[in-house]
C-alpha cells in the first residue's frame, strides 16, 4: 500500500512538471535584447555634441591656464633670512666637440659651465628674480627693488662703457598672473618680460623653498638669497 502511494506521489509531481515546461504563449510586449557596439554608441553620441561650443570650452580654459598658472608647489612667503648654493657643476655623458672639431673635453669630464665662461672672461650677469605675483608685498618689493637698481644705472652713465657692468633680471614667477605683472611693470619699464617658473624645473633645481628670492652667480656657484620681508622697512 505505501509503494503504490510513493508511486502516486511521483506522477502527480511528474504531470506538474510536464506542465510547467509548456509552451503558455506571449503576455505583454517583449523585446529583443541587443547590445549596442561601442564606436556606434560613440558617434551617436558626438552627435548630440555642441563641437562648436565645446571647443569654446577648450580654448578657453587653454588661455585661463597660460594667463594664470597652476602655482608652484611648496613655495611659501619667506619668514626668516636664509641663503644656499647651487653647483652647476655635471659630468658630461659625451665628449664636448668645437665647431672646428677638436675636443674640448672628453666624456666623463666634471664640467662647471661657470668656469668655462670664466676662461672667456665672462660672467652670469643676470639674476633671477622669484617671486609671488599673488602676495602684493612682493609685487611692491621688486618694484622699490626695480627703482632702485634703475636710479643707479642712471647715475652709472658718468661711468664709461668699457668699465660698466649690467646685470640684467629676470623675473620669474612661483604664482599669480605674469601677463597681468608684465604690463603693471611696463609701465615704469618699458620692454620688461615676465616668466613663469613651469612645473617648478629652476626652484626644484635651486632648492628654493620661499619666495621672495633673488639667484645670481658668485663666485663658480649661483647663490640664492631667500628673503623674509617682515624684515624689512
Excluded at 18 to 41: C, H, W, Y
Excluded at 77 to 104: H, M, N, S, W
Amino acid at each position: 500500500m505505501i509503494n503504490k502511494l510513493i508511486i502516486f506521489v511521483l506522477m502527480q509531481f511528474t504531470l506538474i512538471a510536464n506542465s510547467a515546461a509548456r509552451d503558455l504563449g506571449k503576455m505583454g510586449q517583449t523585446f529583443e535584447i541587443k547590445e549596442e557596439p561601442f564606436v556606434e554608441m560613440m558617434k551617436r553620441k558626438a552627435k548630440d555634441v555642441d563641437m562648436e561650443k565645446e571647443k569654446g570650452k577648450m580654448q578657453k580654459l587653454a588661455k585661463e591656464r597660460i594667463e594664470n598658472p597652476m602655482p608652484v608647489a611648496g613655495i611659501s612667503p619667506a619668514t626668516e633670512d636664509r641663503t644656499i648654493y647651487f653647483d652647476p657643476t655635471y659630468t658630461l655623458d659625451q665628449d664636448a666637440v668645437l665647431p672646428c672639431g677638436k675636443i674640448l673635453h672628453r666624456a666623463g669630464t666634471r664640467v662647471n659651465p661657470l668656469e668655462e665662461m670664466q676662461k672667456f672672461g665672462a660672467s652670469l650677469d643676470r639674476r633671477m628674480i622669484f617671486i609671488d605675483a599673488r602676495k602684493r608685498s612682493q609685487v611692491e618689493w621688486l618694484k622699490d627693488m626695480l627703482k632702485c637698481e634703475y636710479a643707479k644705472q642712471e647715475s652709472d652713465k658718468l661711468i664709461s662703457e668699457n668699465d660698466r657692468v649690467l646685470t640684467e633680471n629676470k623675473i620669474i614667477l612661483v604664482g599669480g598672473r605674469p601677463f597681468d605683472l608684465q604690463e603693471e611693470l611696463q609701465e615704469e619699464y618699458n620692454g620688461m618680460v615676465v616668466y613663469f617658473d613651469q612645473i617648478g624645473e629652476l626652484t626644484t633645481q635651486f632648492a628654493i623653498k620661499h619666495s621672495p628670492a633673488v639667484a645670481f652667480q658668485e663666485g663658480l656657484k649661483i647663490r640664492i638669497d631667500e628673503i623674509n620681508l617682515n624684515n624689512k622697512n
